[in-house]
């Protein structure tokens, strides 16, 4: 019986038993490549596209690990977390193919299409202020009031299992690695992809990318120590949360390092990555190949894993449209 009680208990068996635990409900998704990236930023680039799970994001593979690992009498009262958007429908997903409830607290500026999903998939939403403080606060209300087992989006290392068979998937679909770039907020699937390179592919080095306006691990991995910011501003939305234990277990020992890109140059890779991948990909998922255009010395001539975090977007506010723009 494996021990899932921290970080620093986890191993390659975690990953591999979750793994099997979640194969009949997520999809083991497709790999891209486009030439002209690959000429463009001067590396050969392999686009891991969970966009293309049923629930539009990584973050189904750790909900549903959670939720089918739970006993008969943890699931009965269902489970319940906070999230901005993709862990929320994730967990609304897993819950919903197993029969039980889900309770979720979600910042009220979360995208419409994110809540449209939740309610979809059958998940109760309780909305809060888009701060972490008021995330927190209001769903230990909530947990209260239901008795739910929390699913914690990213600080779960049964979520942070759940997320490392997305890089297993990434090696064998792309061999020969040099580089594995992904998004980092709560830091859930880089630490996955920590987990597993780590154990598999050592010498595979992970990189983590995210938005200026939201740079708190960048700043964390400098200091040495978690710094939480509450409420940061940006058009990535997944990436607003701070980094917490379980993930800065994995970051502070295993990423190599942490690049930044800004607001419009993450529109731009998210509008190029559209166009040439021709797929619908989040603001957050472009993030990485927004910091690999900024950093091309860094990346020359290597063979680069991107892994592409989500699709969730509302269509009828894209972040290049007039109105987003007056706004920033």
């Known amino acids: 019986m494996l021990d899932w ?3 620093d208990v986890l191993s390659i068996a975690h990953m591999r038993e979750a793994h099997e635990r979640i194969k009949p409900h997520i999809r083991r998704t497709p790999v891209l490549t486009s030439d002209y990236l690959d000429e463009l930023s001067g590396a050969r680039l392999f686009f891991k596209c969970e966009n293309f799970q049923e629930a539009g994001a990584f973050k189904v593979r750790g909900a549903c690990n959670a939720v089918f690992g739970l006993s008969d009498a943890m699931a009965e009262k269902g489970v319940a977390t906070h999230s901005s958007g993709n862990h929320a429908l994730s ?22 299409a994110k809540k449209d999903a939740v ?6 939403i309780t909305e809060c202020a888009p701060s972490t403080s008021a995330r927190e ?6 947990q209260a009031r239901t008795g739910a087992e929390f699913v914690h989006p990213y600080n779960d290392p049964r979520v942070i299992a759940g997320q490392a068979t997305c890089s297993a998937e990434l090696l064998e679909q792309a061999p020969g690695l ?85 607001e419009q140059e993450i529109i731009a890779a998210m509008k ?36 592409i ?4 977007v509302d269509l009828d ?12």
């Open 119 to 124: 309610r979809r998939y059958g998940g109760t």
């Open 178 to 262: 040099d580089a594995v770039v992904a998004p980092i907020g709560g830091g859930g699937m880089v630490s996955g992809s920590c987990l597993t390179l780590s154990n598999l592919a050592p010498g595979v080095k992970i990189y983590a990318a995210e938005p200026e306006q939201a740079d708190d691990a960048f700043r964390s991995l400098q200091a040495g120590h978690i710094i939480a910011d509450d409420a940061p501003e940006t058009v990535a939305d997944g990436l607003k949360v701070p980094l917490r234990e379980n993930t800065w277990f994995f970051v502070s020992r295993f990423v190599s390092e942490i690049y930044t890109a800004s």
């Open 272 to 307: 190029i990555t559209w166009k040439h991948l021709r797929i619908v990909m989040e603001p957050s998922s472009a993030v990485p190949l927004a910091t690999i255009m900024k950093n091309p010395a860094v990346f020359q001539g290597q063979r680069v894993g991107i892994i």
């Open 137 to 142: 606060e209001v769903f230990a209300e909530v």
């Open 91 to 112: 967990l609304s997903y897993a819950a919903g193919r197993r029969g039980i409830p889900c309770n979720v607290v979600m910042p009220r500026t979360a995208p419409a």
């Open 5 to 7: 009680s921290s970080a």
């Open 317 to 328: 506010n894209l972040p290049w449209t007039g109105a987003e723009e007056e706004k920033r």
């Open 309 to 312: 975090t989500g699709g969730n």
